[in-house]
């Protein structure tokens, strides 16, 4: 029952509790928050998946249509491409607010803070609201204008041979993937910080630029689901099951990193290495009477 109780419930805070049982690098802290909080990740991705319905119901209306055409250039070409990116850039902007508590649940688990998952989410949401839906109504217009300038510089290069369109297109795609880089960054940001929506977009541009091998890095592991459905469609299903929760767990469990490293030990005050063994700490606890406990 132990084992079992531990997987559903989390680390309880024993008496005999002490930081020599804490993980000892991010490595460790990732894997043991990753067990103990596995079932509340399925929670929350349920929670959050909620709100990305009508982004899915449109997208599969969308692929019926498509199988319906001979070609993607024959579905492109009768505009329904346009049509598909102008509604998934609305539906993906309403989901700004939920995606504010749910990284905000996950970067709890991932620095191994307490979480109180329905009423947490629902004050995440709620505090957030203004700026994530600023950030998500960013992201679909992006999104928009991302797949309407591919597709035009494409069908421009392809009807005059010219490599400027080419070479537009190309930038227009390393743009694409620097946005995409900084939203690892804005995200987590916001929910961790008191700072206005201009200096997250910064600072997140900061880090996305100045941290390139790593942000690359975890940018393609939350993108190895989509990769591996572009091959087998059915896969899917996983973002139903655990996708955004685990995307969104590894992505914080990386920035709760990169802030500890570039913000919080520039503030003071601020908490650094959280879940993590602090050996500068092992005489305090050593010296504390666990009968003196319920007195603070």
């Not at 067990?35 to 990740?41: A, C, D, I, M, S």
Request: net charge negative; glycine share 6%.
């Amino acid at each position: 029952m132990g084992l079992f109780s531990s997987i559903f419930t989390g680390k309880s805070n024993r008496p005999d509790f002490t930081p020599d049982m804490m993980p000892k690098n991010r490595f460790e802290l990732f894997f043991e928050m990753l067990k103990l909080n596995l079932f509340n990740l399925l929670k929350v991705n349920l929670m959050y998946f909620v709100f990305w319905i009508p982004f899915w119901i449109w997208t599969w209306m969308n692929l019926n249509v498509l199988l319906t055409y001979e070609s993607v250039e024959a579905f492109t070409a009768d505009g329904y491409l346009m049509v598909y990116a102008m509604g998934a850039a609305l539906c993906v902007m309403i989901t700004g607010p939920a995606k504010c508590a749910l990284k905000y649940i996950t970067r709890n688990y991932a620095r191994d803070e307490h979480v109180w998952l329905w009423s947490d989410f629902i004050g995440a949401l709620k505090q957030n609201w203004k700026q994530g839906l600023g950030l998500s109504v960013v992201n679909g217009l992006f999104l928009f204008l991302f797949v309407y300038g591919v597709s035009f510089y494409s069908g421009m290069a392809s009807a005059t041979g010219s490599y400027v369109y080419l070479f537009l297109q190309v930038l227009l795609v390393v743009l694409g993937v620097m946005f995409l880089l900084m939203n690892l960054y804005a995200w987590p940001m916001m929910v961790t910080y008191d700072l206005k929506f201009t200096q997250i977009l910064r600072n997140s541009l900061v880090l996305a630029i100045g941290r390139l091998p790593q942000s690359v890095l975890f940018g393609l592991i939350t993108l190895i689901p989509l990769v591996i459905s572009a091959f087998w469609l059915p896969f899917l299903f996983w973002y139903f099951i655990i996708g955004y929760a685990l995307a969104s767990f590894v992505n914080c469990s990386y920035t709760n990193a990169a802030f500890d490293r570039f913000f919080n030990t520039r503030i003071e005050g601020a908490e650094v290495g959280r879940g993590m063994q602090k050996p500068e700490q092992d005489d305090e606890w050593e010296d504390l009477d666990p009968d003196d406990e319920d007195d603070k």
